[in-house]
């Protein structure tokens, strides 16, 4: 849950003597995996685009740094393409990971 806490750590070391460590934890709603990642919603409009762009850059990008995770969660997503360059990632983020997001998207995995 989003929010900000603190967390208390308490430890003995292996001569007995306790010690505790304290710390304040900021927790969003939205996790930030780094650019790389894209975490997608049913809601959102602009999925097709971002998901071309990708593609676009992952092609032929075999031999490249670039690395990418799509993650969608769970919804129905109509009419969504989903072609799939080299080191492109697609995760489904329901209670049963290998549910694919809807029955209305097409994966396609281009090499």
């Known amino acids: 849950m989003a929010g900000t806490y603190t967390v208390t750590y308490s430890a003995t070391t292996a001569n007995g003597t306790p010690g505790t460590l304290t710390r304040t934890v900021i927790v969003s709603s939205i996790p930030n995996f780094g650019p790389n990642v894209l975490i997608f919603d049913p809601t959102m409009t602009n999925i097709q685009s971002q998901i071309t762009a990708i593609y ?3 092609k032929y990008n075999q031999f490249g740094p670039q690395r990418t995770a799509m993650m969608f969660k769970p919804g129905v ?3 969504l393409d989903l072609p799939l360059g080299y080191y492109t990632q697609v995760i489904g983020l329901g209670s ?3 549910t694919p ?3 209305a998207t097409s994966i ?3 090499f």
């Open 56 to 58: 676009a850059e992952q």
């Open 77 to 79: 997503y109509p009419d």
């Open 96 to 98: 049963r990971p290998m």
């Open 101 to 103: 997001p809807s029955p």
């Open 108 to 110: 396609r995995m281009v």
